[in-house]
């Protein structure tokens, strides 16, 4: 079945790029946590009956679970605050409990999870742009296509971008940038043509594109090319720099693409579960080995973003809360708390149901059988 064909050919990509961003993410946990006198009684890749682990010198479980689909840390104290159940603690247990902790450390633990995926994606990009380079091509346009929007809005070969809604533009992958993620959008585009200086008006054609694998994704087209491409190596420091950079700008794409589709202006079908992962990193792991680091930093500043949204059950839920005690000086009910991680949890299994029905769909076996099912 095809679906089994990609689970094996994949699979190693997948696993390697989802066991790495998964164990910097709980390493984050795990050293603030401990940096703030938190007892840590587990740190497991993965989920379900333990494959192998070992005891370290304080007392933590370090384990290789069979379900490789993320991973977890299991802090002393943790549980306390949805149960309240902290009676009979010793003032040596109080001491190592995160239910004790006050809200500012409670903050930094949970926050250094996201915060180690950014990190993770800096370093990777970091040594990609020192070693191999970083994508570069002059916002120049090479060629204008006949009957595109750039044609109709005026565009000439020649013409050099510099700004796109008052945001400057220093490379081509700007544009494509900000034209991919806005389909059907108005564009205020500054250009300068010889030594003037204009302003013009363009729409991007809406257009969908079909990987080999199904996947379908809408994305702005203006209909221009580029002069040429390069890589261009910087020594670390710079390199560093243009990273942080990077990373800011693919956290700003992501969180655009997600409140388009919210707002309905951009498809859900764009949303992509483990199975697509899966797919891409097979997809990356053929083009070759810096692919894969790319692959990897992106998906590690998703996790981190992902992980900050104000839901219950992932990390940002937490400093929601965080955010209220602080305010009120006291605690949410454990009332409220119990009703908002339920809320919660089912938010993220629906949301994780429904990703996965729709990557599944995109096999022709599967989605027949789905579609017989529902009638």
């Given at each position: ?13 997948f ?18 946590a ?5 007892r ?14 070992w ?27 949805s ?5 009979g ?41 020192a070693t191999?380079?970083?994508?570069f ?22 013409d ?6 008052g945001?400057?533009?220093e490379r081509?992958?700007d544009?494509?940038r ?46 221009v ?17 243009r ?11 992501t ?10 202006t ?13 797919q ?6 053929e ?6 680091f ?16 104000p ?7 937490h400093?929601l ?8 000086g006291?605690p ?39 579609e017989?099912?529902?009638?």
């Amino acid at each position: 079945m095809e679906i089994f064909e990609l689970i094996w050919t994949n699979g190693a990509a997948f696993l390697f790029i989802l066991t790495v961003i998964v164990f910097f993410h709980e390493l984050g946990h795990y050293y603030v946590a401990r940096w703030n006198g938190v007892r840590v009684d587990v740190f497991s890749i993965g989920f379900g009956p333990e494959l192998f682990g070992w005891n370290d010198r304080s007392g933590t479980r370090w384990k290789v679970s069979l379900l490789p689909l993320g991973g977890y840390v299991k802090m002393f104290g943790e549980s306390d605050e949805s149960n309240g159940d902290d009676r009979g603690l010793t003032p040596q247990e109080r001491a190592v409990s995160f239910h004790y902790k006050s809200v500012g450390q409670r903050v930094a633990i949970v926050s250094a999870g996201p915060v180690a995926n950014f990190v993770l994606a800096i370093v990777v990009l970091t040594g990609l742009f020192a070693t191999t380079g970083e994508p570069f091509t002059p916002a120049e346009i090479g060629a204008v296509q006949p009957g595109s929007a750039a044609e109709a809005a005026g565009f000439r070969p020649g013409d050099r971008f510099t700004a796109i809604g008052g945001a400057r533009i220093e490379r081509f992958e700007d544009v494509q940038r900000v034209v991919r993620s806005s389909p059907g959008q108005e564009l205020v585009v500054t250009v300068r043509r010889g030594d003037e200086t204009m302003d013009i008006r363009v729409v991007p054609e809406r257009q969908e594109l079909v990987d080999r694998f199904g996947n379908r994704s809408e994305i702005g087209l203006l209909g221009v090319s580029r002069t040429g491409n390069e890589f261009v190596r910087h020594d670390p420091l710079t390199a560093a720099v243009r990273a942080v950079a990077e990373t800011w700008e693919i956290s700003l794409y992501t969180l655009r693409a997600v409140g388009q589709i919210i707002a309905g202006t951009r498809g859900s079908d764009e949303l992509g579960g483990p199975v697509r992962i899966a797919q891409m990193s097979g997809q990356v792991a053929e083009i070759g080995i810096a692919s894969v680091f790319w692959f990897l930093a992106v998906l590690s500043i998703n996790l981190g973003l992902i992980n900050l949204f104000p839901v219950p059950m992932l990390d940002g839920g937490h400093l929601l809360f965080y955010g209220i005690e602080a305010l009120r000086g006291r605690p949410a009910s454990d009332r409220v708390m119990e009703i908002s991680f339920r809320v919660g949890l089912g938010l993220v299994v629906a949301l994780f149901l429904f990703v996965t029905v729709q990557d599944l769909m995109r096999f022709e076996g599967i989605a027949n059988f789905i579609e017989d099912l529902a009638g």
